[in-house]
């Protein structure tokens, strides 16, 4: 059973850093890409970033410079580095696997809340 | 970037009903797109990838078309659980974008 289980979230002032990881089980981890999502309260779904299996990492505009996505195939983990943080990046982060040649996220985890709050 | 737009934004129906939901990039993105449920308090759940692929595991009165710059969600006989918000995504191009989501609700 594929099991995908983020930490480190929590509250961070204004312009502060923080590290969000996930750890992922339950199937070989690094034949996928893996994607990061976030949601604030009330709002919809956006794309955070993605990396593929070779470790060649992608963004959108609103995060490109600021967040960082890794991850550690021997470890089995994906990590977000978040720095230089704004209230709007305030919401729970999901960590998501990618179906493989498509796109899709087929498995997601329970997300972690980041507030950005002085 | 590619904009997604979902219509309509918001649904009321009735259990037994078929409901179409609809979904239209802003270019083409060929078969690139995946719909997904979600529920209060928990997170998202794939339905539908590559437009007309059925996730493992979801029942089979979710069904999706389209391909270019239009596509559609339909449930053929709605059940309680199935009361929801569902969104679509485009993994065409970076950035994998998102519909701004149907809320689904008891007519």
């Known amino acids: 059973e594929v099991q995908l289980v983020e930490s480190g979230g929590g509250l961070v002032q204004p312009g502060g850093s923080l590290r969000l990881s996930c750890a992922a089980s339950g199937f070989t981890f690094s034949y996928y890409d893996m994607h990061w999502v976030r949601q604030a309260t009330g709002e919809g779904l956006e794309w955070v970033s993605g990396?593929?299996?070779?470790?060649?990492?992608y963004y959108p505009g609103s995060v490109k410079g600021r967040f960082t996505i890794s991850r550690d195939n021997a470890k089995n983990s994906l990590y977000l580095q978040m720095n230089s943080l704004r209230a709007g990046d305030t919401a729970v982060y999901y960590c998501a696997k990618g179906v493989a040649g498509t796109g899709g996220f087929d498995s997601w985890g329970q997300g972690t809340l980041v507030t950005v709050s002085s | 970037d590619i904009r997604m737009t979902q219509s309509p934004s918001s649904l009321s129906a009735s259990v037994g009903d078929r409901v179409t939901i609809t979904c239209r990039a802003s270019?083409?993105?060929?078969?690139?797109l995946s719909w997904y449920q979600e529920k209060p308090g928990k997170a998202p759940k794939l339905l539908i990838y590559f437009a007309s692929s059925l996730q493992s595991g979801v029942p089979s009165r979710f069904s999706g078309s389209g391909s270019g710059t239009d596509f559609t969600l339909t449930i053929s006989s709605l059940q309680p659980e199935d009361f929801a918000t569902y969104y679509c995504q485009q993994s065409y191009g970076s950035p994998f974008t998102f519909g701004q989501g149907t809320k689904l609700d008891i007519k």
């Open positions: 990396i593929g299996t070779t470790g060649d990492p």
């Open positions: 270019q083409s993105i060929g078969s690139y």
